[in-house]
């Protein structure tokens, strides 16, 4: 909001924050007993912006002012920046309100020390929100400034009651918006320089710089509209200047999409308006869809993205590091800033606007490292690793590697104990890599060699004997020596059979030929038989038993010929070598 009401309101909170403030840095210079030059810097900086925003206020109640806000044009859009120029320095002293209160916190043990201590620890914090501060007094004071001279110009009102040192020369007063204007531009290209995360502490300054800046660009619009009024109602010669002197000190981004309208040399045909325009056909609905292309501002902030990408890359080989690193930290603020990408992958964002964070940032690192530049050089990889480490986590190889990288980068820097640290973190990375990856190949072959086993086993089953005839294996225990294989043979020998009378008669038999190998070099030492007793035949069955009972009578059959075959069975077989010994004479 940019009416009146607010803008009085904002400044009140602001006098208010800014007088507790005061209150806060006297009461510990009155306890300390010590005047530090840091806080009594900081007193007269806050005392002075609170007297530009009692002036300001003083400024904006006037009737005619407040009845003349212009909420369109230059001067509506000085309003709006002034709004939020104004709430960033009420968030600026309030943290400053916040911090000084934990200094100022007092205790029953020495209590003046330990006041010192923590003073000298938030000298840090209390030197960068001075810096706000003072830009902000500045920027208040050009912004008063333009609103009394607008005013002037408005009603074309004398300014002899007020005192030059508000209301100087236009002049003096352009000078002020360049010199100021310069001010900010260096801070900002700095801090651009030194944000990488956008959760970082400088994000926030960058921010707040900004959009101070905006708020001066804008009232500096304004004077130069004021000053042509001036020049054209006046008879006397004012030295005024055009507003276009600002242009080099205010940049306003460029258009992408118009620059390469221009430059593109595409001649755009048009038929004749007057042509009879034909008829739709009858067959088309109301539901039936329009092919219609247009530049959504999503396509258009992708375009830019890979154009200042692309010219980043071409500078980059061209040599021109400086400006490679500005076009890719500006890419990557915009990748940044927008929430559109911040959710996205390195794929995802590859896929949508040709480009990464993680490329971005491997770019302008490789241009710090050339350059020199090794502390914005190590802020970079530091930024690139924690992308590496959320995506892949810290045991791949890609993460051991920008880490082992860092670890030069720091070197380069001159900080070898945090050099030394990363790279054994890196070595011991890869080691166990090196390990995980030997006991993954010892699996993977044993695995291998699990399956090749199991193959050639079902081969071999197959081809068994025993397997074709599971129940006559599963039956009959031959109980043979270790290296004995068997070999079946259909033989029938009556005289083995000859002294069991528990065996039937016309019982089917086979001979069993058992190879015996023994020694070393595998030689055939002799053979044994073992007489084996077939399948009996299955009995004939009535067509009303069911299949399932012929299973199971034929298996009970089976058994009891099997025992009753084991039981007169002879403990030792006499062997073919020893029939031979008894036909001898």
């Given at each position: 909001?940019?009416?009146p009401l607010?803008?009085?309101?904002?400044i009140v909170?602001l006098i208010?924050?800014?007088?507790q403030v005061?209150v806060l840095i006297?009461?510990?210079?009155?306890?300390a007993?010590?005047v530090?030059?840091t806080?009594?810097?900081?007193?007269?900086d806050?005392?002075?912006?609170k007297?530009?925003l009692?002036?300001?206020?003083e400024?904006i109640?006037?009737?005619d002012i407040?009845?003349?806000?212009?909420?369109?044009?230059?001067?509506?859009?000085h309003?709006?920046?002034l709004?939020r120029?104004?709430n960033d320095?009420?968030?600026?002293l309030?943290?400053?309100?916040?911090l000084?209160?934990?200094?100022?916190?007092?205790?029953?043990?020495?209590?003046?020390?330990?006041?010192l201590?923590?003073?000298?620890?938030?000298?840090g914090q209390?030197?960068?929100?001075?810096e706000?501060?003072?830009?902000?007094h500045?920027?208040?004071q050009l912004?008063l400034?333009?609103?009394?001279?607008?005013?002037?110009?408005t009603?074309?009102k004398?300014?002899?009651?007020i005192?030059?040192?508000?209301v100087?020369?236009?002049?003096?007063?352009?000078?002020e918006?360049?010199?100021f204007?310069a001010i900010?531009?260096?801070k900002?290209?700095?801090?651009?320089?030194a944000?990488?995360?956008?959760n970082?502490p400088?994000?926030?300054?960058l921010?707040?710089?900004?959009n101070l800046?905006?708020?001066v660009?804008?009232?500096?619009?304004?004077?130069?509209?004021a000053?042509?009024?001036?020049n054209?109602?006046?008879n006397?010669?004012?030295?005024g200047?055009c507003?276009s002197?600002?242009?080099?000190?205010?940049v306003?981004?460029?258009?992408?999409?118009?620059l390469?309208w221009?430059?593109?040399?595409?001649?755009?045909?048009?038929?004749d308006?007057?042509?009879?325009i034909?008829?739709?056909p009858?067959t088309s609905?109301?539901?039936?869809?329009?092919?219609y292309?247009?530049?959504?501002?999503?396509d258009?902030?992708n375009?830019?993205i890979?154009?200042?990408?692309?010219?980043?890359?071409?500078?980059?080989?061209?040599?021109?590091?400086?400006?490679a690193?500005?076009?890719?930290?500006?890419?990557?603020?915009?990748?940044?800033?927008?929430?559109?990408?911040a959710?996205?992958?390195t794929a995802?964002s590859?896929?949508?606007c040709?480009?990464?964070?993680?490329?971005?940032l491997?770019?302008?690192?490789d241009?710090?490292c050339?350059l020199?530049?090794?502390?914005?050089?190590?802020?970079?990889m530091?930024?690139k690793?924690?992308?590496?480490?959320?995506?892949?986590g810290?045991?791949?190889a890609i993460y051991?590697?920008?880490?082992?990288?860092?670890a030069?980068?720091l070197?380069k820097?001159?900080?070898?104990v945090d050099a030394?640290?990363?790279a054994r973190r890196?070595?011991r990375g890869?080691?166990?890599?090196?390990?995980?990856?030997?006991a993954?190949?010892a699996?993977?072959?044993g695995?291998a060699?699990?399956?090749q086993?199991?193959?050639?086993?079902?081969?071999?089953?197959e081809?068994?004997?025993?397997?074709?005839?599971?129940?006559l294996?599963?039956t009959?225990?031959l109980?043979?020596?270790?290296?004995?294989a068997i070999e079946?043979?259909k033989?029938?020998d009556k005289?083995?059979?000859?002294?069991?009378?528990?065996?039937?008669?016309?019982l089917?038999h086979?001979?069993t030929?058992?190879v015996a190998?023994?020694g070393e070099?595998?030689r055939?030492?002799?053979?044994k038989k073992?007489?084996?007793?077939?399948?009996?035949h299955s009995?004939?069955?009535s067509?009303?038993?069911?299949l399932?009972?012929?299973?199971?009578d034929r298996i009970?059959?089976?058994?009891?010929e099997?025992?009753?075959?084991?039981?007169?069975?002879?403990?030792t077989i006499?062997?073919?070598?020893?029939?031979?010994?008894r036909?001898?004479p």
């Amino acid at each position: 909001m940019s009416d009146p009401l607010s803008i009085t309101a904002s400044i009140v909170t602001l006098i208010h924050v800014s007088v507790q403030v005061t209150v806060l840095i006297s009461q510990f210079c009155n306890e300390a007993s010590a005047v530090d030059t840091t806080l009594a810097g900081l007193l007269g900086d806050v005392e002075g912006f609170k007297r530009v925003l009692e002036s300001m206020k003083e400024t904006i109640n006037q009737d005619d002012i407040k009845s003349n806000l212009q909420s369109t044009g230059h001067t509506g859009s000085h309003w709006k920046n002034l709004a939020r120029s104004l709430n960033d320095g009420t968030d600026t002293l309030q943290k400053l309100h916040d911090l000084l209160d934990g200094v100022n916190k007092k205790t029953s043990l020495l209590d003046t020390q330990r006041k010192l201590i923590r003073l000298k620890s938030a000298s840090g914090q209390i030197a960068q929100y001075r810096e706000q501060i003072q830009s902000s007094h500045t920027a208040l004071q050009l912004s008063l400034s333009t609103i009394i001279l607008w005013n002037q110009v408005t009603f074309q009102k004398s300014t002899e009651k007020i005192p030059d040192k508000i209301v100087p020369t236009l002049d003096k007063l352009y000078d002020e918006f360049r010199s100021f204007g310069a001010i900010l531009n260096a801070k900002i290209e700095k801090l651009q320089f030194a944000v990488v995360d956008p959760n970082d502490p400088d994000d926030y300054k960058l921010q707040y710089m900004t959009n101070l800046r905006e708020c001066v660009r804008s009232a500096a619009e304004v004077v130069s509209t004021a000053s042509t009024n001036l020049n054209g109602d006046s008879n006397d010669k004012i030295s005024g200047r055009c507003g276009s002197d600002f242009g080099d000190i205010f940049v306003k981004d460029a258009n992408e999409p118009m620059l390469r309208w221009f430059a593109s040399n595409t001649v755009y045909e048009y038929e004749d308006v007057e042509a009879p325009i034909s008829a739709p056909p009858e067959t088309s609905t109301s539901d039936a869809l329009t092919e219609y292309h247009s530049d959504t501002d999503s396509d258009i902030e992708n375009d830019m993205i890979r154009s200042l990408f692309k010219e980043g890359n071409r500078r980059q080989r061209q040599g021109d590091l400086t400006g490679a690193v500005r076009r890719f930290q500006n890419c990557l603020t915009r990748l940044s800033s927008n929430t559109s990408y911040a959710s996205l992958t390195t794929a995802q964002s590859l896929t949508v606007c040709g480009v990464s964070k993680v490329e971005l940032l491997e770019h302008i690192t490789d241009c710090y490292c050339v350059l020199g530049l090794w502390t914005e050089a190590k802020a970079t990889m530091g930024g690139k690793l924690q992308i590496i480490e959320h995506q892949v986590g810290k045991k791949d190889a890609i993460y051991l590697k920008d880490t082992m990288k860092l670890a030069e980068i720091l070197m380069k820097n001159q900080d070898y104990v945090d050099a030394h640290l990363q790279a054994r973190r890196s070595l011991r990375g890869f080691k166990k890599l090196e390990d995980e990856e030997e006991a993954y190949a010892a699996l993977l072959s044993g695995h291998a060699g699990g399956v090749q086993r199991s193959t050639l086993k079902s081969q071999s089953a197959e081809l068994d004997p025993a397997i074709i005839q599971p129940q006559l294996a599963s039956t009959l225990d031959l109980q043979v020596e270790p290296n004995i294989a068997i070999e079946a043979t259909k033989k029938m020998d009556k005289t083995v059979l000859q002294p069991h009378e528990s065996v039937e008669e016309n019982l089917p038999h086979t001979e069993t030929e058992i190879v015996a190998f023994g020694g070393e070099d595998g030689r055939l030492l002799h053979p044994k038989k073992r007489v084996e007793a077939s399948l009996a035949h299955s009995r004939s069955h009535s067509t009303e038993t069911t299949l399932m009972e012929a299973k199971d009578d034929r298996i009970r059959n089976l058994d009891q010929e099997s025992s009753s075959f084991l039981r007169s069975q002879p403990p030792t077989i006499d062997t073919t070598e020893d029939l031979k010994r008894r036909k001898l004479p």
